[in-house]
């Protein structure tokens, strides 16, 4: 029988990633995001491509109400086999002191609160089968803290110490939790960092050569593919050519 995964955050970078690795093992997919139009054209490709079924949901995981209704009267009975938390986003990157409330609230809002919504939701169902994986996508952000990044590394540090906390509480029941956290991958993140300033954002990634989606998927795939005996609790995952949070080596 064929498994199914949620994937939130699919519209792009990792989230979209995840869905075509996952989808070329034959996992059947619920896809997530708030650009209704991306996740149209993803399931399309995806249900061409490999034969699988896909299903997507347009709306905002900051608005508990909206992930409520996508849980509860949306998804149905059907049974989650991964449920992979990848929403998630920097914005704006200032001392604390000069920090927009606006991007501390969008952080907070996505990155722990949208996060708790979906598992609180889905995890009673995994509990209850006695049978689940819960994904995590973190950040080297999470580890570390670094000059700017307040805000953004706490809710990383956040994303980090809840699924600690869930690996305590569902070891028993049969559910497996998973932490991925990141270092520098190039995908729309230092854009929706940087307000949509390309010329900011292509910085970053100057002189490197950075992860990419796929790169974070696979350590996706793999951590739900192990035997069901098999959690592999943590991965944190860098480019080579970078050493911390604030350690790159450019060219």
């Not at 803290?145 to 600690?164: D, F, Q, W």
């Not at 970053?204 to 990419?212: F, H, Q, R, S």
Request: net charge neutral; glycine share 8%.
């Amino acid at each position: 029988m064929s498994k199914t995964a949620i994937i939130t955050g699919a519209t792009a970078g990792i989230g979209e990633a995840t869905a075509i690795e996952f989808a070329k093992i034959g996992y059947n997919l619920i896809l997530t995001g708030r650009r209704k139009v991306r996740l149209e054209k993803l399931r399309s490709e995806l249900t061409s491509r490999y034969g699988i079924q896909v299903s997507f949901h347009a709306f905002d995981i900051r608005v508990k109400a909206e992930v409520e209704n996508f849980c509860r009267n949306e998804i149905g009975d059907r049974t989650i086999d991964v449920l992979v938390n990848n929403a998630g986003l920097a914005s704006g990157l200032s001392p604390l002191h000069e920090g927009d409330v606006n991007d501390w609230e969008k952080m907070i809002d996505t990155n722990v609160k949208g996060l708790l919504y979906i598992t609180r939701e889905i995890a009673p169902r995994m509990v209850e089968a006695k049978s689940g994986h819960i994904i995590n996508i973190g950040s080297i952000a999470g580890n570390e803290v670094y000059p700017n990044g307040n805000v953004y590394c706490a809710t990383k540090h956040a994303v980090h110490a809840i699924s600690e906390g869930l690996r305590r509480e569902l070891y028993d029941k049969g559910v497996k939790v998973t932490n991925i956290a990141p270092g520098l991958v190039e995908t729309e993140f230092s854009m929706v960092r940087f307000h949509g300033d390309e010329k900011r954002a292509e910085t970053v990634y100057d002189g490197i050569e950075a992860l990419t989606g796929k790169d974070i998927a696979d350590c996706i795939v793999f951590a739900a593919t192990r035997p069901k005996h098999v959690n592999v609790a943590d991965i944190l995952v860098l480019p080579t050519c970078q050493g911390s949070a604030t350690q790159v080596d450019r060219k």
